[in-house]
């Protein structure tokens, strides 16, 4: 059977197939409309189960379809049942891309200690115990989020973006600029995973989200890089809430 996985952000919404385990298509679009599903329906004969996770309201017309044209729906909340144990103090206010993206890395790694590392919009850092338990994380300002602040928030400083190459220390506005956010969250990570490190034994580091490859490879630790983590999580959610029906 064919699963139907989607993942609906602030300003895109990603679209995914998967043959119970097996990713077989991963699409991106603005903004997803009854049509799109109406066409992987027709494409997919065999696609009977559907999970839908969002940051925001989603249209009736999307819900409506989904609920009425597929066999088993569910839309991930603070109250879905989930394949590992979930021990956050305020379940109701965890981001669900959070919580996807560590049930996609004890997929991939279960009964292991894991620090994720999702570098996006925001940085989170996320464990997940060789309990098989989301026991909680931190959250920092992301790299385009910090240089947006500094230019918002000062008369002068310039808007600029990151770069691959940059200096240890400025030597003009624009590099001080770059250097100090770029260094600032390569030595947040560094003893972000220093600190996850002297409180749990063989830890196993992933790394999802947009600035990934940035910087990963810019960090002296062994960093598992998988940019379709919260996918991966969303579907074994899926799969977990079916096999319960």
């Excluded at 699963?3 to 679009?29: P, Q, W, Y």
Aim: aromatic letters at 8%.
């Amino acid at each position: 059977m064919i699963n139907l996985v989607i993942d609906i952000g602030n300003s895109r919404t990603k679209i995914a197939l998967f043959n119970e385990h097996d990713l077989m298509l991963n699409v991106t679009v603005d903004r997803l409309t009854p049509d799109h599903l109406k066409m992987l329906k027709d494409e997919q004969p065999q696609l009977n189960k559907v999970i839908l996770s969002s940051v925001k309201a989603v249209e009736p017309e999307i819900t409506g379809y989904l609920s009425g044209n597929f066999e088993f729906f569910i839309e991930l909340d603070h109250l879905t049942r989930l394949p590992i144990e979930n021990i956050y103090e305020t379940p109701e206010t965890l981001g669900k891309d959070r919580l996807a993206a560590a049930v996609g890395a004890n997929e991939l790694f279960p009964d292991q200690n894991l620090l994720i590392i999702d570098a996006g919009t925001a940085i989170t850092y996320d464990l997940v115990s060789e309990k098989n338990q989301f026991v909680g994380g931190n959250i920092s300002p992301g790299l385009e989020m910090r240089f947006k602040a500094l230019n918002h928030f000062t008369e002068k400083l310039p808007l600029i973006n990151y770069s691959n190459e940059f200096q240890p220390i400025g030597r003009n506005t624009t590099d001080a600029i770059r250097a100090g956010v770029q260094n600032g969250i390569l030595f947040e990570m560094a003893q972000t995973i220093d600190l996850f490190n002297r409180n749990y034994q063989n830890l196993h580091i992933i790394m999802t989200g947009g600035d990934s490859n940035f910087f990963d490879k810019k960090l002296n630790y062994s960093i598992f890089v998988h940019f379709n983590l919260t996918l991966i999580g969303l579907n074994r959610i899926l799969e977990y809430n079916a096999k319960k029906k």
